[in-house]
């Protein structure tokens, strides 16, 4: 009895437990187009199917006469831009774009099976990568973008510098600080360190390094 009392009472708080949505199904890949051309040199018809993800519109070949070096599919990202300046004012210019393509009747037997092209910027390109010659790019490209991570860290404490070099603040009794970086050699070894309100209203931490040499500095990252 006790038993079956407990089974319904489990049963009761199972049904109260909102049912978790079910993760929706990835869309099934659209299939490849098949269509056909005939072939200008030798008056066959051809049929073709696309490469799977080919976005290139066939619409001027389908039926038509043409040569077989013609066809090609590709499948290109959407563009992404930045401002290059190439004759003294910037222009927007696509940069990085990767697309896949092949040419199944190409002279070169390597661009028969799909290969990756990366254009670096507008019309420059690096062609012909198969996998191998592709994870190359990217890892060439990952450490630049690692190298330019550690230029932007340079780049915020040098501006910070640059900032406060020369810079002086003025406390309401007219005694004037020299602002100098918190990490700097002389706030390490600065004496009668203390903090000041200046006649701003800001806060500073000011110290001496002998007769006539008054510092202020804040910590790294605070508001001067």
């Not at 890892?139 to 510098?161: I, Q």
């Not at 600065?190 to 309100?197: F, G, I, S, Y």
Request: proline share 7%.
């Amino acid at each position: 009895m006790a038993q079956s009392a407990i089974s319904q009472h489990v049963a009761a708080l199972m049904g109260a437990i909102p049912s978790q949505p079910a993760a929706p199904t990835p869309a099934a890949p659209e299939p490849p187009r098949s269509w056909s051309f005939i072939d200008r040199r030798t008056g066959e018809t051809v049929q073709y199917t696309c490469m799977q993800g080919c976005d290139i519109d066939h619409s001027r070949e389908i039926g038509r006469r043409i040569f077989r070096e013609d066809v090609w599919c590709w499948t290109k990202p959407e563009p992404l831009t930045l401002p290059v300046n190439t004759n003294g004012y910037p222009e927007e210019f696509r940069v990085l774009d990767t697309l896949i393509k092949v040419e199944p009747w190409s002279e070169k037997v390597a661009e028969r099976l799909p290969f990756a092209v990366v254009e670096l910027v507008d019309d420059h390109f690096v062609e012909g990568l198969d996998p191998d010659g592709l994870e190359t790019v990217i890892n060439t490209l990952s450490a630049r973008v690692e190298e330019m991570r550690a230029t932007h860290r340079r780049l915020l404490a040098v501006r910070e510098e640059y900032m406060r070099r020369g810079r002086t603040v003025r406390h309401a009794n007219g005694l004037e600080f020299t602002v100098i970086p918190a990490d700097s050699y002389d706030a390490r070894m600065a004496r009668d360190v203390r903090e000041l309100t200046m006649e701003d209203g800001s806060v500073w931490t000011v110290g001496t390094r002998g007769a006539g040499s008054t510092f202020a500095w804040q910590p790294k990252g605070g508001r001067a």
